[in-house]
C-alpha cells in the first residue's frame, strides 16, 4: 500500500512542527494541519505573548527603582495597554511567518484548517481525505472555566491576550502558574488585581519554601491574595461591572475574572472514535514512552498526553517521534528528569529537580543549604522585595538534588543549574565552582552551612 504521507501531523504547534520538521529532513513526505494558529499555544496564546507581557508589567517597578540611582521622570508614568497588544500582535504575526517558512522550507505541505482522523489512516481536511502511513495528534490544549453560574462573564487566558483594554479591577482564579502570572501582569500594569485560590497555597508541586517566599513577595507587590476562597456565582451589574459571590458569602466587586483553573486535551471533533486511540484516567491520550496510543499507526505528544505541559518538553518530544519512526539509529528516549522550569510572576522563580519535600519523600537524608537576602539593585531603593535561593542536597552521595530560586532572573539562572544538575553535580563540586561577581547567581556556590547546623 503506498499512502500519500509517511506523517500525517496534526497541530501546527511546539511539538507538532518539531517533529514535523525532523521528519521531513531525515527525507521524510510530511504533511501538518494546523486550524488556528502557526506556532500553536506558545507563540499566539502562551509563553511568548506572556513574557512581553511580563516585561511590560515589570517596567512600573523599573521606573520606582530608577529615582535610587538619581533619574528624575517627567511626572507619572503613563501606560497604554493598546499599544502593548499591538505591538504583542504584532511581534506575533512576524513569529507565525517564521513558522510558516520553518515548515514550507523543510519541505512540509501546509493544510491549514481542521483535521479530522477518519480511520487509522487517513485524515479529512476541508472536505479531502489524504492517507498516511503514521498520524501524530499533536492538538495541544485549552483552558477551562468551572460551568458555575454566569461562566460566560469570565474570560480565559485565550482571551486575556486580546483585551481591549486594561481592566481597573480583575479577579485572577486558580493556583497554578499562569494564575500567578497573570496576577503579576494585571499588577504591575496598574489593575487592582486579586489572586483567589481555593487551597491553602498556589503553585502545587513547587517547593514549600519557594511558595511561601512568593506569597510574601506578591503581597508586598500589591496583589490581594485570598486562599482557600472559591467563586460560586458571577453577576453581571447595570454599569458593566461583574459581582463574585465566593463560597463564604463574601461579594466581590470586579471589572474582569479571569479563570486560571486548568487545561483540558484539544480533541474537538478529531475523530478519535474512528480508531481505537484511548485515553487515560484524565481524559488525556494515553501513550506509551515511545508515544505509541493504542492504535498502531497513531502517535500522541505534547499536551494532548498531558504529561508535562510545557514547550521544551513538546519539542523533545516531537524529536523522539521524529527520530523514532525515520531515523531510528539516532532516537533517544526523552528524560522527564531534571526538567528546569520558571514562573514568571514577579518576581520570578526559577526551579530544577526535586522539592525538598519530594527529596524527604524519596527517601533522601537531605541537607538545605537556603539564603534569603535584598538584591544588589534594590540596594538604593527603597523597594522590600527579596531573593530566596536554595539548594537540596542528598546527604550520602553528596548530589546536589534541586536548585530552587526565586527573584530577578531565576529562570535565566537556573538554566545554568539545570546543566550541572544533570551532569549529576555534588555540593562539593558547586562550592569548588568560582562565583561570577558581583550577581545574584554566585549564591547558589557559596553557600556553605546547612540550615540547622
Ligand atoms: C498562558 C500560557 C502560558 C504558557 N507559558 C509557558 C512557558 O512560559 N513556558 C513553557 O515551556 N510552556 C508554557 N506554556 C505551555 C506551552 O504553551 C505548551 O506546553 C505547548 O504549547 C504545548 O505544545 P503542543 O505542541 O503540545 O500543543 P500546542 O502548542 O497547543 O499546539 C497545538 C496546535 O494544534 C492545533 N489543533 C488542535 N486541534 C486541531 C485539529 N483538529 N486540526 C488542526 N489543528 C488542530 C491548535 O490550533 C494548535 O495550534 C504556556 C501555556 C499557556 C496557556
Known sequence: MTY???????GAGSGGVRAARFAAGFGARVAVAESRYLGGTCVNVGCVPKKLLVYGAHFADEFEQASGFGWTLGGKPDFDWATLISNKNREI???????????????????????????PHHVEVDGKTYSAEHILIATGGWPQIPEIPGHEHAINSNQAFFLKELPKRVLVVGGGYIAVEFASIFNGLGADTTLLYRGELFLRGFDGAVRKHLK????????NLQFNADIVRIDKQAGGSLQATLKDGRVLDTDCVFYATGRRPMLDNLGLENTKVALDERGFIAVDDQFQTAEPSILALGDVIGRVQLTPV????????????????????VDYQHIPTAVFSLPNIGTVGLTEEQ???????V???????????????????RTLMKLVVDVDSDKVLGCHMVGPDAGEIVQGLAVALKAGATKRIFDDTLGVHPTAAEEFVTMRTPVGA
Open 4 to 10: 500519500d504521507f509517511d506523517l500525517f501531523v496534526i
Open 93 to 119: 504575526q512576524r513569529l507565525n511567518g517564521i513558522y510558516r517558512n520553518l515548515l514550507v522550507n523543510s519541505g512540509v505541505t501546509l493544510l491549514e484548517s481542521h483535521a479530522k482522523v477518519v480511520d
Open 216 to 223: 510574601e513577595e506578591l503581597s508586598k507587590s500589591g496583589i
Open 314 to 333: 513538546a519539542l523533545a518530544e516531537g524529536m523522539a517521534v521524529a527520530r523514532r519512526l525515520f531515523k531510528p539509529e539516532q532516537y533517544r528516549p
Open 359 to 365: 527529596a524527604r519523600d524519596a527517601g533522601h537524608k
Open 367 to 385: 541537607a538545605i543549604f537556603q539564603s534569603d537576602f535584598k538584591p544588589m539593585k534594590l540596594t538604593l531603593t527603597s523597594s522590600q522585595e
